[in-house]
């Protein structure tokens, strides 16, 4: 069973940054992608990065560029989300999904396995 276990949320002020970490383990395929959610409350899961393990290529909504970096440790089988200049809007739920496969990175409907979600708060 693949697993996806994320940490690094917290509350933060505004402008502070957090590093989100998701670590991928079980029987999974070289060929897969990991990606980033966020869901706030009483809204849909939506899109905020992903990564495609075999390149390293990355996805982002408009949202995240220029303020969140997705990258990947493979010795460690992680993926990491750094958000800076964080602002009250991104408060949310941050889920790490895994895409094995390999539809739309952007959906959450196409990803196959999730982890339990890790609780970002920016206080203004």
């Known amino acids: 069973q693949v697993q996806l276990v994320e940490s690094g949320g917290g509350l933060v002020q505004a402008g502070g940054s957090l590093r989100l970490s998701c670590t991928v383990s079980g029987p999974i395929r070289w060929n897969f992608a990991l990606g980033w959610f966020r869901q706030a409350p009483g809204e849909e899961r939506v899109f905020v990065a992903a990564i495609r393990w075999n390149d390293g290529s990355t996805d982002a909504a408009d949202s995240a560029k220029g303020r969140f970096t997705i990258s990947r440790d493979i010795a460690k089988n992680t993926v990491f989300l750094q958000m800076n200049n964080l602002e009250p809007e991104d408060t949310a739920v941050y889920y790490c999904?895994?895409?094995?496969?390999?539809?739309?990175?952007?959906?959450?409907?196409?990803?196959?396995?999730w982890g339990q979600g890790t609780q970002v708060t920016v206080s203004s």
């Open positions: 999904g895994a895409n094995v496969r390999l539809g739309s990175l952007l959906w959450p409907g196409e990803y196959d396995y």
